[in-house]
């Protein structure tokens, strides 16, 4: 009785060792996201083992590896390590249908198992932009749609134009026929005019499973417009005598056909002078006559539209520059000569005598005639006082005092007195007058 009590006694202390050490024998295992179509690597470790089996089983529980040795016949699966301490398989071109939870046991007394879970993202198709009719009318709204299926988990659509994200569109998500991915699409709405002509519309789709490349449409946009008509002089003072370019600058789509030049509501008057060239007016040796409203019109298919320019010819200024002219010691005369030409303007006084083609309210005074008259009449007067002192300094001293001519005669200082005092009877004589 003694012997089998010491037995049983050494049967239950070794398997409390065992149980013992296989409490500290624990299967770690991770989560796994995979694109669909890639590879899988699933991975199970054992930090203490004393030799106990490992084994991989799918969603499904069916066993995938035991230990080095492959249960299950699916050519996507291979072994990647097997030991002790790891075993780790792969999965090839996985799809969605793998997706789900799959079991690491660890075969120790009692069995313990790690889960991992296989995450399939789906892969968005390339997305299509629909609703875009070429061409399109300046002011009409349009209405793009941009679509994508196949994504798991629902895509992302964003819009841009002229690389300006857009943020007011329509989204909407649908699940698809397999229940595990999803069709997406966006509308966006908006009125074109005719700065989106040429414009690029991108449709961008993001998703986890395109690696930070999204994938995108683009629609390029082509509205029509009527045009648009700027005249554009080659001098911005035109003056009798000169020539004169008028470039009619006309921009449309479709391209306005050749432009038409028209003056004061009729034709061109003057067609030896007038010569059309394309889109320019070459006015030649103008005038007076020339004067009037010219008028620029292009059209295309879509509409029409014109542009005027009111053109007055100025005289052409002539002024001479002033002559002096010095005369004799005695005398200074300055004599300045002033060729004018002014506008045809007269004073208050007076009735204006106006240019029958000349426009109204052009009849006012020439400034810059008036401001070489002032410049002139200055220059003038300041050459008349240098002169005038001048002359004055060069003749300073040459009369001398009477006491002075009766001290240059006398022997002595009575004598000179005496000459002075006699001199006083002609003093009226002598008198000169200055001006």
């Known amino acids: 009785m003694i012997w089998k009590r010491s037995a049983v006694l050494r049967f239950y202390s070794v398997c409390g060792l065992l149980l013992q050490g296989s409490q500290g024998q624990f299967p770690l295992t991770q989560n796994v996201t995979v694109v669909e179509g890639g590879t899988a690597i699933l991975t199970c470790r054992v930090d203490q083992n004393d030799n106990t089996s490992l084994q991989w089983s799918n969603p499904a529980q069916q066993t995938l590896y035991f230990d080095d040795k492959k249960a299950l016949r699916d050519n996507r699966i291979e072994l990647v390590r097997a030991s002790w301490h790891e075993l780790s398989i792969s999965v090839s071109d996985v799809s969605l249908s793998d997706e789900g939870q799959y079991t690491c046991s660890l075969f120790t007394m009692p069995v313990k198992t790690s889960k991992a879970y296989l995450t399939v993202l789906g892969v968005p198709e390339k997305p299509q932009i629909s609703g875009f009719s070429s061409p399109v009318m300046e002011g009409d709204l349009m209405q793009l749609t941009c679509k994508t299926s196949g994504s798991k988990p629902a895509a992302d659509i964003r819009w841009f134009k002229n690389d300006k994200e857009i943020k007011d569109v329509k989204y909407l998500k649908e699940e698809d026929a397999n229940r595990k991915t999803f069709t997406v699409s966006s509308t966006l709405d908006f009125r074109v005019d005719r700065s989106d002509d040429g414009v690029a519309v991108i449709c961008r789709v993001d998703h986890e499973s395109l690696n930070a490349t ?4 683009m629609q390029v946009l082509e509205i029509h417009y009527t045009p648009s008509v700027k005249i554009i002089p080659s001098t911005p003072f035109p003056q009798e005598g000169q020539p004169l370019i008028l470039t009619c600058e006309s921009k449309g789509k479709p391209l306005p056909e050749p432009v038409l030049w028209t003056k004061d509501g009729g034709e061109l008057p003057d067609p030896d002078r007038m010569v059309v060239s394309g889109r320019e ?43 002096t002219i010095i005369p004799s010691l005695t005398t200074a005369t300055v004599t300045t000569t002033v060729a004018i030409t002014t506008s045809p303007t007269t004073s208050a006084t007076t009735s204006s005598i106006r240019d029958p083609n000349a426009l109204a309210g052009q009849t006012g005074p020439d400034h810059a005639l008036i401001g070489g008259i002032v410049a002139v009449v200055v220059f003038v007067t300041l050459c008349s006082i240098f002169l005038l002192g001048r002359y004055l300094a060069r003749h300073k001293g040459t009369y001398l005092t009477n006491e002075a001519k009766g001290a240059e005669d006398a022997p002595d200082a009575d004598t000179a007195i005496i000459n002075a ?6 003093a009226e004589e002598k008198k000169e007058y200055f001006i």
């Open 281 to 323: 007016l070459n006015i030649l040796f103008l005038n007076k006559t020339d004067n009037g409203t010219y008028r620029c019109e292009a059209t295309n298919t879509i509409g029409q539209s014109s542009a005027e320019y009111v053109l007055i010819v100025h005289d052409v200024p002539n002024t001479l520059l002033p002559t």
């Open 421 to 426: 005092e006699g001199s006083q009877v002609n």
């Open 214 to 217: 999204p994938q995108v449409a």
